[in-house]
């Protein structure tokens, strides 16, 4: 049989078989304290000179505007890019989709996709639930959204759907 391994703490009597069963038992029965280095105080806010990242700041603006206002828009009114650039700046990607050949459709930012031209409001219809969709259109682009209050009353806008037409 193999040889026996006596515990080295004094005044401990426990022998094992094998030195798997001693590192066990010193683990559980021996455990060996460590010193617990103090760690630096806390910094407060005023050491702090971290500024918030400009992404971050960009969407709670965005997320601000979204949830506030609406577009208040009737038939002929005209929108700037600026401003449609301003509506969907929540949106990241966008899907452009191609009337006249489906398979063409791509997806891109928002400010690549759309043309840099004043648009005209077309289409406003105000729907039984409270939402109103808008269309506008720009030459041979048009640009169609939703926008209302949800069943928690908080306002949305929805992503646009963007549609070019090649002649």
Partial sequence: MSSMINCPVEGCTVVTLTQRGMDLHMKVMHPVIEEVKEK???????????KPKA????????????????SDYSEGDK???????????????????????VKKSKFGLLDE???????KVTYVRHLKS???????NAGNMQISW???KMSDGKFHRSYPRIVRRNH
């Fill in 40 to 50: 630096p105080p806390n910094k407060t806010k005023k050491d702090t000179s971290k």
């Fill in 55 to 70: 992404k971050s700041r960009k969407k709670k603006a965005s997320k601000k505007k979204v949830t506030s206002t609406f």
């Fill in 79 to 101: 929108v700037t890019y600026s401003q449609v650039l301003e509506m969907f700046e929540h949106v990241e990607l966008v899907r452009l989709f191609n009337r006249d050949d």
């Fill in 113 to 119: 996709i759309i043309l840099k031209r004043n648009y």
């Fill in 130 to 136: 409270g939402w109103v969709a808008y269309r506008i």
């Fill in 146 to 148: 939703y926008e209302g």
